[in-house]
């Protein structure tokens, strides 16, 4: 019985947003509206992700964009099919995209009172030898959709209403919190719908893997190298943590909230502010993170506190597991 209820009682992003919208009486649905148009840009890559290799899609667009980074075919691409379903969506009035130095102020007659921060196309480098890439993005209300500003995106994470990712691996799935929860949907193609496949994600409150780059471990910092050592050699008789580093954000931290254990961009002598950013790649994670019962940590603060003055601006990021996270927050506050 429960298969076959399951099988006809579909429920897909949109029912389940519209479900959200009705505990809200005030609002008019444009939440609504815009997160459609998230999903229908994450359908729209999901399909040009899959058959890049065929269409020609793979290697440089031959541009570099703020990041100093050169530009991916699909990097450019996704970056053009979200700036206008989100502009087209008359929800949302400021945009920040990892591939424009500047930030878009949505023209007056198509605004509307969502600012949208994201990364279109997340793990770049993973493009041409088809390892799973995806698109981070967060959601802040505009003070005032009269006089948008940057100060409007310049906020601490913790005002964000949503975030979520779209990951592109061997199934699309969409992972959403609106500020209660966190649940996953996967990409049905043959409905072209996504449905809820993970409700309400909680991560695991420790871990036994540990994610992180070891090619920069000659320039870490104290903490940050003691904990990974501590990953492989502890101290007590427990057994050395698992490294598992796929080098797309999206990929690490989904498989971290779904098998816990810990993500880790830190500092560095070469980039004291690491190298993930904070608006489209700290902010959204961190903001599930949380969400989900695991925690997010700056080496400094709580990720979701930081104050960012710049669009582009980088932070270093340990996330996950709650408990993993504690291990490496008491670390850093020995140092402090
Ligand atoms: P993007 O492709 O959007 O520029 O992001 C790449 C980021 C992130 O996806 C990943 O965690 C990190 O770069 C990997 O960096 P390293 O290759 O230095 O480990
Ligand atoms: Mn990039
Ligand atoms: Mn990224
Ligand atoms: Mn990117």
Redesign the pocket.
């Given at each position: 019985h429960s298969v076959e209820a399951h099988r006809t009682d579909l429920m897909t992003i949109t029912r389940y947003v519209l479900n959200e919208q009705s505990k809200h009486p005030e609002s008019r649905g444009d939440f609504t509206i815009l997160l459609s148009h998230i999903v229908l840009g994450c359908k729209f890559v999901c399909s040009a992700v899959n058959k890049a290799g065929l269409a020609k899609l793979l290697g440089l667009a031959g541009e570099t964009n703020i990041?100093g980074?050169e530009q991916k075919k699909l990097d450019v691409l996704s970056n053009e099919v979200f700036v206008k379903a989100l502009v087209s969506s008359g929800r949302t009035c400021i945009l920040v995209s990892?591939e424009d130095e500047e930030a878009i102020f949505v023209e007056p007659s198509k605004r509307g009172r969502y600012c949208v921060v994201f990364?279109p196309?997340?793990?770049?480098?993973n493009i041409d030898c088809g390892v799973s890439i995806g698109t981070i993005f967060g959601i802040y209300t505009v003070k005032d959709q009269d006089e948008p500003s940057l100060n409007d995106v310049l906020q601490p994470g913790k005002n964000m209403l949503a975030a979520g990712y779209c990951m592109y691996g061997s199934s699309c799935t969409l992972v959403l919190s609106t500020g209660s929860g966190v649940n996953g949907f996967t990409l049905d193609p043959s409905l072209g719908e996504f449905i809820l496949t993970h409700p309400d994600i909680k991560i695991p409150k420790k871990g036994n893997i540990y994610s992180v780059?070891e090619g920069n471990a000659k320039n870490w910092d104290g903490p940050t190298t003691k904990y990974v050592e501590k990953c492989k050699f502890p101290k007590d008789s427990s057994s050395p943590k698992s490294l598992r580093y796929i080098?797309?954000?999206v990929a690490?931290v989904h498989r971290t909230m779904l098998y816990g254990g810990i993500f880790l961009?830190p500092a560095d002598k070469k980039s004291p502010n690491g190298?993930?950013r904070v608006l489209y790649e700290v902010f959204p994670m961190s903001f599930l993170m949380e969400q989900a019962g695991g925690q997010s940590f700056t080496g400094k603060e709580r990720a979701l506190d930081l104050d960012p003055t710049k669009i582009h601006q980088r932070s270093p990021i340990f996330l996950g597991s709650y408990d993993d996270v504690e291990e490496i927050k008491a670390l850093y506050a020995e140092e402090n």
């Open positions: 990041q980074e990892e990364d196309l997340d793990g770049s480098s780059n080098g797309s954000m690490d961009y190298k993930l």
